[in-house]
């Protein structure tokens, strides 16, 4: 039973207010809506801190699970606290995630029911022919700077020490080589190798 | 593109935080600010996208890059297979790259303290430059340029002899460090 009028124009607290008017009952159209938002988000934060497209994935489906647990119970009092509410349960299921990793089938097997509805849609893949293209039209510098941070994810400070480089120069190094590649995939405007 | 945001965080904030470049407050405040702001969600995502972007198309050997000693390491601790020539100055290596090899490493070997910039230069048969990578990374301690030429291109290519040759730049001009040869032939 839909019991609100909720789609993508409405603001997050404006959702959580449908779902939470509706219990017992379920909105599902809030619910989906809610998770079709917050999942690529949660998702960016378990890949920032769990460094694994899986285990991210995972992260944000077991934190929707819960979220929508918890809404419909109405355990968030103030819905314009989504975010905070979102994210504390990202860090608390973060340092799960790392201390038990059978975390995930429990809560899978515990909210079945919503699983299907939180599961994140695959992040964006770029067209990697094209992606070699625009890294060729970077300086060696400048291209070994952006390998060494996004294959190995390491910051700046170890970067430039490996490379010879202060943290300051492999800053703006890094800086100024993603806004040429990203200009380089989103204008096409990639150089000869 | 979600259409806007009042107060977008940067691209060096976003950066910073990618990277773990900001202290835990500066962190907690990215984090509230993105996963309650689709414009700058997508952004992050965007750059996450890039970074997966760019990780794989150096682990498919899609692109040749500059590397150093400690990254060649972490390439092997990840499963990474690798064929290595070290060669020093004036010296000639038979190479080449099988379909079960994930990468070549070219170590180049030269005196490399007090130098500020090196150049390297790809020569065809005839001497004649082909390609020059200017100003490469390199740390002056490693007495040696790690190149990494791309895997996709050198599995494709018939035999054929590459010779690199490292410069030293200063304020007297270019200086010659060495030729390095390779003789490539397909596996």
Known sequence: MELTRVGPGSDDASLVRAIIAAAPALDRKAEAEICRRLAPRIRLFGLRHLRDSHAAADLAQQVLLMAIEKLRAGELRDPEKLTSFVLGMSRLTVLDLRRNAALRDALLRQYSDVAEAVTPADPKVLDREKLARCMHALTERARSVLVLSFFGDKGAAEVGRELGLSCENTRVIRHRALVQLRDCMTAGKEGAQ | ?187
């Open chain 2, 1 to 187: 593109m979600t259409s806007s945001c009042r107060e977008p965080l940067s691209l060096g904030t976003l950066l910073a935080y990618w990277f773990g470049e900001l202290d835990a407050e500066a962190e907690r405040q990215v984090e509230e600010h993105f996963v309650g702001c689709a414009y700058c969600s997508e952004t992050l995502e965007a750059l996450a996208a890039l970074g997966l972007g760019i990780r794989a198309v150096f682990e498919t050997g899609l692109v040749s890059a500059i590397l150093s000693p400690a990254f060649v390491e972490r390439m092997k601790e990840r499963g990474m297979k690798l064929r290595e020539y070290p060669v020093a100055p004036g010296g000639t290596v038979n190479c080449t790259i099988t379909a079960q090899d994930d990468a070549v490493i070219s170590r180049l070997k030269a005196p490399l303290a007090g130098r500020t910039r090196i150049d390297v230069l790809r020569l065809d048969r005839e001497g004649n430059v082909r390609l020059r990578y200017t100003d490469v990374p390199f740390d002056p301690a490693a007495g040696e340029v790690l190149v990494c030429p791309s895997a996709s291109v050198l599995k494709a290519a018939p035999a054929f002899r590459d010779t690199m040759r490292l410069l030293a730049i200063d304020v007297d001009g270019e200086h010659v460090l060495g030729d390095y040869i390779f003789d490539h032939t397909p596996s």
